[in-house]
């Protein structure tokens, strides 16, 4: 758990041009951290249907409106790009300097792909690098965060590299769909940074919809499919407003196996992608009869029911955000828990695999 948790809220930062960013808060953070929120990237994490290019174009508005608000804070001037392979290529960093009138001085690449044993995630290999130096720059870096070590292993990788060099960096930007492990990893990894570089300003952190937690080790969830270190969902995160107000405006997306799957699977291997969420929707179902519904909802939403509302926004870390809102989305949540009460987990995952195939019929093999 990060310390002083409890007391973080989020306030608003900025809303311009569709997109929506919070600032944590409260929370005595070495780092800056940041949450964006737009009507593309809330379709992207809300409907696993969602694959291939358009996984990459629906991170481009909210990526590029970030861009101008830390250009505009002189917050970067000029960029160098690590692109880790695979999910990271899911992030419009060039393209979204390109606009923004941003120069990027180079892109470095690294391959760092997750080891499996028996299913387990049992360590990360990095196969491939073409490092460039760029110094006193800004390194950018897109990549999914749930454990949080392919991004401390290439990170390490990286410094190591600059200092061999007898250079260093300014800053470093991360664009993230991750949890709360990473605030932890990088308050860490700031601390150790500025032994060697002491005037190192530290990470920007810029979260897509929430901070969000992974299910702990050993921890398969209420459905009992659940994979630790891997699989994103709300509880002991902080969920963007708007996004916890689409997702409760639907059925189906908060029962989801994780909210946003395995990014480079979803991009470039699409048939692993739905055999993935059809396998845990196939599980849901055959397991219908046994899981607990009032469980698995608390699980999802993160909290024990019925809560009352100054619990919810404290739980949340919604207290400096405008109460007319805040009670909205909370009876907003209260509507939704109702509307389950005659639905049954069987009718929700039949509803889930007869969507699911039927969007995504043409990519299965």
Not at 75 to 90: D, H, M, P
């Amino acid at each position: 758990m990060i310390k002083g948790w409890d007391q973080v809220c989020i306030v608003p930062e900025f809303c311009d041009q569709g997109v929506d960013c919070y600032r944590l808060t409260g929370g005595h953070f070495l780092n800056e951290y940041y949450i964006v929120s737009e009507a593309e990237t809330r379709k992207l994490m809300n409907r696993p249907e969602v694959v291939g290019y358009e996984v990459y174009t629906s991170l481009i508005t909210a990526t590029s409106q970030m861009m101008y608000y830390l250009k505009e804070q002189k917050k970067i001037t000029c960029a160098n790009i690590l692109s880790i392979l695979r999910g990271a290529l899911n992030y419009p960093l060039e393209e979204s300097c390109y606009k923004e009138h941003i120069r990027v001085h180079d892109i470095s690449f690294l391959s760092s792909e997750r080891v499996f044993v028996d299913g387990e995630m049992a360590g990360l290999e990095i196969k491939y690098s073409k490092l460039t130096m760029v110094p006193d720059s800004t390194l950018m870096i897109g990549d999914i965060i749930a454990s949080g070590e392919t991004l401390v292993n290439c990170l390490r990788y990286v410094t190591d590299f600059y200092r061999d060099h007898g250079a260093k960096l300014r800053n470093i930007v991360l664009f993230t769909i991750g949890g709360g492990k990473g605030i932890e990893l990088l308050e860490r990894l700031t601390a150790e940074i500025r032994e060697y570089w002491p005037d190192f300003e530290g990470f920007i952190t810029v979260y897509y919809e929430g901070i969000f937690s992974c299910y702990e080790e050993g921890d398969k969830g209420v459905s009992g499919i659940n994979r630790a270190n891997i699989d994103f969902y709300w509880k002991g995160g902080i969920i963007a407003p708007a996004f916890r107000r689409q997702t409760l405006s639907m059925q189906n997306p908060l029962f989801e196996k994780c909210t946003i799957y395995d990014g480079g699977a979803r991009r470039y291997e699409i048939h692993e992608h739905i055999d993935e969420v059809l396998e845990f929707w196939n599980g849901i179902l055959e397991r219908a009869d046994i899981i607990d519904k009032q469980a698995l909802i608390e699980e999802k939403l993160g909290h024990k029911l019925p809560i009352s509302y100054e619990d919810w926004l404290r739980d949340a870390h919604y207290d400096k955000l405008d109460p007319k809102e805040t009670r909205w989305l909370y009876q907003q949540e209260r509507g939704f828990v109702e509307s389950l009460a005659d639905v049954s987990l069987r009718e929700i995952a039949l509803q889930r695999i007869e969507e699911f195939t039927s969007t995504l019929k043409k990519y299965i093999l």
